[in-house]
């Protein structure tokens, strides 16, 4: 693996933590290991997330900045039902590779890539079919309506390449290896980038070049996973940990019902954040044009900032997944704990230095500093880089419960955040005197409800007895 100042970054800290006598120091190296590529995946495809928004404001305003806001919500329907699923690849994948039941990978993973296909298609039509009525119910500005539908109806091409490679990410972290996946992701984010910058600017084609930038680098990256888990590796890339022969039964019964079972409750917790986002844009929209402009770039801002729990998620999940398929339940929730509070000290890093440059950041988004969405724009990111902190906890808790199998909880706990807090407390801004108070408010209550709750399951250690159903023994 190829040393770089970040992997050494975060490595730092957990030594830091561990000499504090808070963790252990060779916890802390496993999981910085783990951590850090998924943490710069995260990252390049939040960038690039933030890039087209950045982009298309830039060449065409804030108005089509709010159209492609608009879509956002749709898009993330992809990723909510490939995450989920993955979280259901990632359980069965890392027991098994605990366990050194390798034989038995590769049916997990085709199972989950057969299942994601089936589960996406339908969403890809519906973009395609319908883009226009989709965003037509968070808005009623035309121009916003017709730059999102341009922008969707182009997204649908890449619904189901999007949730593949999650499913292919996470069947290489379950087997110990987040450093393939990120070259692959984020590489495929770099030349999303690229695609963007060629389609936007070069040839003119505003908003439908940054969703065609965005359908093509899926469906390279997709190639890229497939290849590699067929010939167990790539050229330039290296070895694959596992090599996943595509010849083999797609439909099994009893892995699909295992990856549904886990999956599902994640689907629904992911699919929480994506339905959520429906009415708190509404709802912002009742600022007006230049809040919900300036509320999508703090939402791109955020979700740079919250690439930690990308990391400490998926190696919590990974490692204490490792532990269960090898039946040492005290060093699995041992690890549990202790990538909960690696997260958290890392999320204090990151959010501090993405406040220290709020400013030069959010202009970055606008063709003019004097854009009147600036200053709330700020304003947000500041509250944001506050809010963001609980989700250390709520990552970190849910990835380890995932590796279980105890995936309702966190779906209920996301459920409570956002329909019990954060929606009612953007309302409530929009439509009494509480003003944007409520919508800074909401960000809180986002993170904090879930990472309590979240938090509180895995210390109950209920998931031990959960995690005994889907281990490789149970299996046979």
């Not at 009525?133 to 999007?162: E, K, W």
């Not at 990111?381 to 909880?409: C, E, F, H, K, N």
Request: net charge neutral; hydrophobic share 55%; proline share 5%.
């Amino acid at each position: 693996m190829v040393p770089n100042p970040f992997s050494w970054l975060l490595r730092a800290v957990g030594v830091g933590i561990a000499r504090l006598g808070l963790i252990s120091e060779e916890r802390a190296r496993r999981t910085s290991e783990l951590a850090w590529p998924r943490i710069v995946t995260g990252v390049a495809r939040m960038s690039k997330s933030a890039a087209d928004v950045a982009m298309v404001g830039v060449a065409l305003g804030s108005t089509a900045i709010a159209g492609v806001g608009f879509a956002g919500p749709y898009w993330g329907a992809a990723f909510s039902i490939g995450g989920g699923l993955a979280a259901g690849t990632i359980a069965l994948v890392s027991q098994r590779f605990g366990a050194e039941a390798f034989d038995e990978l590769g049916q997990a993973i085709r199972s989950s890539a057969a299942l994601t296909v089936a589960a996406t298609l339908p969403v890809a039509a519906a973009f395609y079919l319908f883009p226009e009525f989709l965003i037509g119910l968070l808005t009623d500005t035309p121009q916003a309506v017709q730059y999102g539908a341009d922008y969707l109806r182009v997204l649908a091409f890449g619904v189901p390449f999007a949730g593949l490679n999650l499913i292919g990410s996470r069947a290489l972290i379950g087997a110990d290896d987040a450093y393939t996946a990120m070259l692959l992701r984020g590489g495929g984010a770099v030349i999303n980038i690229g695609l963007n910058a060629v389609f936007i600017f070069g040839l003119g084609m505003g908003v439908v070049g940054a969703g065609l930038g965005t359908v093509l680098s899926n469906v390279v990256v997709t190639a890229a996973f497939a290849v590699g888990f067929a010939r167990g590796g790539l050229p330039g890339i290296g070895a694959f940990p596992v090599a996943i022969s595509p010849r083999g039964a797609y439909w099994v019964r009893e892995e699909c019902r295992d990856v549904v079972e886990i999956g599902l409750p994640v689907v629904g917790r992911n699919s929480v954040w994506t339905g959520a986002r429906f009415p708190l844009l509404a709802f912002v929209g009742l600022f007006g044009p230049q809040v919900v402009a300036a509320y999508v770039v703090a939402r791109r801002i955020l979700g740079i900032m919250n690439t930690p729990g990308w990391g400490f998620g998926l190696a919590a999940s990974s490692l204490v997944g490792q532990e269960l398929g090898q039946g040492d339940e005290s060093t699995a929730a041992a690890y549990g704990r202790e990538i909960t509070l690696f997260s958290v000290a890392t999320y204090v890093l990151f959010a501090a230095v993405v406040a220290v440059f709020a400013t030069d950041i959010v202009v970055l988004f606008v063709d003019s500093p004097a854009d009147p969405s600036v200053p709330i724009a700020v304003d947000l990111v500041y509250v944001a880089a506050l809010a963001v902190i609980p989700q250390g906890i709520s990552a970190a808790a849910a990835g380890a419960l995932d590796a279980t199998g105890d995936t309702r909880w966190p779906f209920y706990s996301r459920v409570l955040g956002m329909f019990g807090g954060a929606i009612p407390l953007v309302y409530l801004g929009a439509t009494t005197e509480l003003g944007m108070l409520g919508v800074y408010l909401s960000l809180f209550a986002e993170t904090a409800i879930p990472a309590a709750i979240n938090y509180y399951r895995f210390g109950t250690g209920k998931w031990k007895a959960i995690s005994r159903e889907y281990r490789p023994d149970a299996a046979d």
